[in-house]
């Protein structure tokens, strides 16, 4: 939620000096009131996608020098198939000030993370970069992430049924970071360990370069993911 932690974050990773082949984006809230982050961005927002996208271009020098081309370093970014209620999303309006839902605000969160792997993917796979980037539905899974969602919290029970155990949550990040089988592809995006179909909104090119711009613009990016 801090694009400072973020930042301190990466620079004390860096100033280790080691390789780095796995980077997975897994940091999330969902729901609750309107929130500004001290950066005054929308919390959800900037808790489930500015900060994932900002560390992703902060590591990325490591990863693609961590990365082979016969054993490419990757970056998970962990979404949701909530990402369709971010479908249509209004890129005059990301912050939600005009009118402020917590699914909108989540699913937006959502579906920009898919988008932003989807062209940092093809960004990368352009100049042949030694990193795959994938994102990926967990599954609904029983964890914190529902501590504002009042019938997970009433019916706990019939919810610890219903959902995944963490364990089997992490199954599909597990065969995205480390999987030798999964490889370069236009299907970047994973459900239950298989390639799965998200939104038109998500797939349309145009869709995935102007949030690409506008999400550089806010956070005060000049190039990601050009190479030298």
């Known amino acids: 939620m801090s694009l400072a932690s973020v930042r301190t974050f990466a620079q004390t990773i860096i100033a280790l000096d080691c390789p780095i082949h796995v980077l997975i984006n897994n940091a999330g809230i969902m729901f609750g009131d309107r929130k500004l982050t001290e950066d005054g961005f929308e919390s959800q927002l900037a808790t489930n996608y500015l900060g994932h996208f900002l560390l992703s271009h902060l590591m990325l020098p490591v990863l693609e020098k961590s990365g082979q081309a016969e054993s490419p370093a990757r970056v998970v970014n962990v979404s949701s198939c909530a990402h369709h209620w971010g479908s249509w999303m209004d890129f005059?309006?990301?912050?939600?000030?005009?009118?402020?839902?917590?699914?909108?605000?989540?699913?937006?969160?959502k579906a920009a993370q898919i988008m932003f792997t989807s062209h940092l993917s093809t960004m990368l796979q352009a100049r042949k970069a030694p990193v795959l980037v994938f994102s990926l539905h967990p599954g609904v899974v029983y964890t914190d992430l529902y501590t504002n969602v009042a019938w997970v919290k009433l019916f706990t029970l019939l919810a610890r049924l219903l959902m995944k155990t963490p364990e089997q949550g992490g199954d599909t990040l597990v065969h995205a970071a480390l999987d030798p089988d999964?490889?370069?592809?236009?299907?970047?995006?994973?459900?239950?360990?298989?390639?799965?179909?998200?939104?038109?909104?998500t797939s349309t090119v145009e869709n995935q370069a102007k949030l690409w711009g506008i999400t550089c613009s806010l956070l005060g990016i000049d190039e990601f993911a050009k190479g030298s």
């Open 92 to 109: 005059s309006d990301l912050q939600l000030s005009k009118i402020y839902s917590p699914e909108k605000a989540y699913g937006n969160s």
């Open 182 to 201: 999964l490889t370069i592809s236009k299907k970047v995006y994973l459900e239950n360990c298989r390639p799965a179909r998200n939104s038109s909104f």
